[in-house]
């Protein structure tokens, strides 16, 4: 019984992020995402959810020249997070940040709206004077896939009666899971 249960959160967070890439209003479409530098200086910030690998991996996009990046690759251990205030759930992942080599001419739903997210003609995060001077250069594409291949899964759901945790780890390609303490 314990363990159905704790199958069934697990198929609960697995969802709940799959619904997220085709509801708009998902609040579980966007993640903050935790890295580190090598001196362990520790930046979030928000990223959109892209894509699952249900059980595996979750997906965003990025600029190839931005900070998480050279975070990145200086200490690929990353975490996210996840809240929906709507049922109070919180969930917390752990994992390793791949950056994948794209062509975006595969990218189905790519349109040219979010193309221009990564053309700046200076790097992101490159001190201008004016919001203005920011300038595009649509020849030069400076995408980037993340996958985050997950280890660790948190889940936290705030209830009046009884707020219910737990905790499930990767190991090989099964997930173990646990019940905490809240
Ligand atoms: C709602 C929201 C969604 C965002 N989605 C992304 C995203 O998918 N990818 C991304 O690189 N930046 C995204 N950003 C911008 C980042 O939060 C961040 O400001 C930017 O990527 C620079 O981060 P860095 O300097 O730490 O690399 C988003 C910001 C907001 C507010």
Known sequence: MKTNSLHAILDTIWSKLESALVERQSPFKIMSLATSDQAGTVSQRSVVLRAIERGYALVFYTDQRSAKLRDID?????????????????????????????????????????????????????????????????????????????????????????????????????WVGDYLVP
């Open 74 to 174: 200086q200490n690929d251990q990353v975490s996210l997070l996840f809240y929906d205030s709507n049922d109070q759930v919180q969930v917390t992942c752990q994992g390793v940040a791949q950056v994948k080599n794209v062509d975006t001419a595969d990218l189905s739903n790519f349109s040219l709206r979010y193309r221009k997210d990564y053309t700046t003609t200076l790097a992101p995060g490159t001190s201008v004077g004016d919001p203005e001077e920011v300038s595009y250069d649509s020849d030069k594409l400076h995408f980037a896939q993340v996958n985050v291949i997950l280890s660790k899964i948190g889940y936290l759901k705030l209830d009046r009666e009884r707020h219910i945790r737990a905790s499930f780890k990767r190991i090989d390609n099964d």
